[in-house]
Nanobody
Framework: QVQLVESGGGLVQAGGSLTVSCLAS????????MGWFRQAPGKEREFVSAITWSGGSTVDADSVKGRFTISRDNAKNTVYLQMNSLKPEDTAVYYC???????????????????WGRGTLVIVSS
């Protein structure tokens, strides 16, 4: 099972940008579809963005479409989430996720996730 560690969270003003990253262990990173979820206080963990194991396709939640960009660098065993035009409602703990090997589902269901990171906090001030 892959091990995931997020980094890059912090405090940013509304309208600003921030990039969070996720470092994965293991020799099979390139075989996992990867994603990002987030959880705000008092709310359920929700899907943000995902990228296929090949990196050829991505999917975004409507709330972040056009503002966030997911990418991966398999040589570095790392997935990134570039967040632009941040809003206060983006404030949450952001979790890296690895889907099952060769996953071809629709990515939105957190119960499909095979492994989670511990999260990194992003706070967007107004």
């Amino acid at each position: 099972q892959v091990q995931l560690v997020e980094s890059g969270g912090g405090l940013v003003q509304a309208g600003g940008s921030l990039t969070v990253s996720c470092l994965a262990s293991g020799r099979t990173f390139s075989s996992y579809a990867m994603g990002w979820f987030r959880q705000a206080p008092g709310k359920e963990r929700e899907f943000v963005s995902a990228i296929t194991w090949s990196g050829g396709s991505t999917v975004d939640a409507d709330s972040v479409k056009g503002r966030f960009t997911i990418s991966r660098d398999n040589a570095k065993n790392t997935v990134y989430l570039q967040m632009n035009s941040l809003k206060p409602e983006d404030t949450a703990v952001y979790y890296c996720a690895a889907y099952p090997l060769w996953y071809t589902g629709n990515y939105y269901d957190r119960n499909d996730v095979d492994a989670w990171g511990r999260g990194t906090l992003v706070i967007v001030s107004s």
